[in-house]
C-alpha cells in the first residue's frame, strides 16, 4: 500500500515521499474495518514509523549527536526496504509473464564452467539392445550374501569372567598390573570389560587399584585373602557383557 501511494503520486521512493504520503496512509488505514487484529498491527507499524519521519521532517533538528549519528536513520531504512521490495514485485511480475506465455524455460547466461579434464566418452558401435543388456545385468543379477550361519561374529565377553581372571592373577602373582592382565593383541571391547570388571572389585574394597604416573600402569593389589574367593557371589544382568557393535 504505501509502496502504491507513492507511485500513485509520481514521487520517487525518498524520505521527503514517505513524509508527503503519511496522512494518506493513515486514511486508508482508518478506512480498515473488516481486516483482522494481525492485519491491522502490521499496518500500525508502518504508519508508526511514517508519523516519526514526517515529525522529523516538520520539526527544527537539533544539534548533530556522534553517538545518534551512527545509528541507522528509519527514513532511509524504510526507503532502502521499499526500494527492494519494488525490485521484487517487479521481478514477479516478469516471472508472472513468462508463465502465461508459457516460456517455463531460462536459458543459461553465463557459460559452463570449463573442468581441467575434458573425458569424452565414445559410444560408436554401442545400440539400445546394449544398453538394455547392461541395465538387465545390473537391476536383476542380484549379489548373492553370505548365509547368517556362516557370518563370524564377535566372541561374548563378560565381566564375571574377567572377574574372576583378575583375581586369579592376584591369587597366583599377588600384585600385578592391568596391562599384564590384558596380554598382548587384546581387542578392544575385552579391554573395555576388563577395565568394569577392575572397577567392580575396587568398589567392592577387594582390589586396590593405584596409578602413579598420568596415562601410566595402573598397579593391582588384593586387599583381602584371595584363597578364599574361589567363586564370587557377583549378580548381574544379562546386560553385562559388551560386544562390538562396530
Given amino acids: 500500500m504505501l509502496l502504491e501511494l507513492i507511485e500513485r ?8 515521499a514517505l513524509a508527503q504520503v503519511t496522512d494518506q496512509y493513515l486514511e486508508y488505514l482508518r478506512a480498515m474495518q473488516d481486516r483482522n487484529a494481525a492485519e491491522v498491527s502490521a499496518f500500525l507499524v508502518i504508519a508508526a514509523r511514517l508519523l516519526q519521519i514526517k515529525s522529523a521532517a516538520l520539526l527544527p533538528r537539533p544539534s548533530i549527536d556522534h553517538n545518534a549519528a551512527d545509528e541507522e536513520d528509519p527514513a532511509e531504512a524504510l ?37 581441467a579434464i575434458q573425458v569424452k566418452l565414445d559410444l560408436n558401435g554401442i545400440t539400445l539392445i546394449d544398453f538394455m543388456d547392461a541395465a538387465r545385468s545390473v537391476f536383476f543379477n542380484k549379489l548373492e550374501l553370505t548365509s ?9 565377553v563378560t565381566i564375571r569372567e ?14 600385578t598390573t592391568f596391562r599384564s592382565i590384558l596380554g598382548k593383541s587384546t581387542p578392544r571391547v ?8 577392575m572397577l ?8 586396590a587399584a593405584e596409578q ?11 586387599l583381602t585373602d584371595m584363597s578364599g574367593f574361589d567363586e564370587l557371589p557377583f549378580e548381574f544382568n544379562e546386560e553385562d557383557s559388551l560386544e562390538d557393535e562396530e
Fill in 9 to 16: 503520486a509520481e514521487l520517487d521512493i525518498t524520505r521527503l
Fill in 148 to 156: 547368517l550361519d556362516k557370518v563370524v561374529s564377535m566372541p561374548r
Fill in 162 to 175: 574377567k572377574i574372576q581372571s583378575i583375581l586369579s592373577h592376584l591369587r597366583n602373582l599377588k600384585t
Fill in 200 to 207: 567392580e572389585l575396587v568398589k567392592r574394597h577387594i582390589v
Fill in 212 to 222: 602413579s604416573t598420568l596415562f601410566g600402569d595402573i598397579d593391582l593389589a588384593p
Fill in 79 to 115: 526507503a532502502r526496504q521499499l526500494i527492494l521490495y519494488k525490485r521484487f514485485k517487479e521481478l514477479a511480475g516478469y516471472l508472472q509473464q513468462r508463465e502465461a506465455a508459457g516460456l517455463q524455460t531460462h536459458l543459461r547466461l553465463a557459460p559452463p564452467p570449463k573442468t
Fill in 190 to 197: 575385552e579391554i573395555i570389560v576388563t577395565f568394569l570388571a
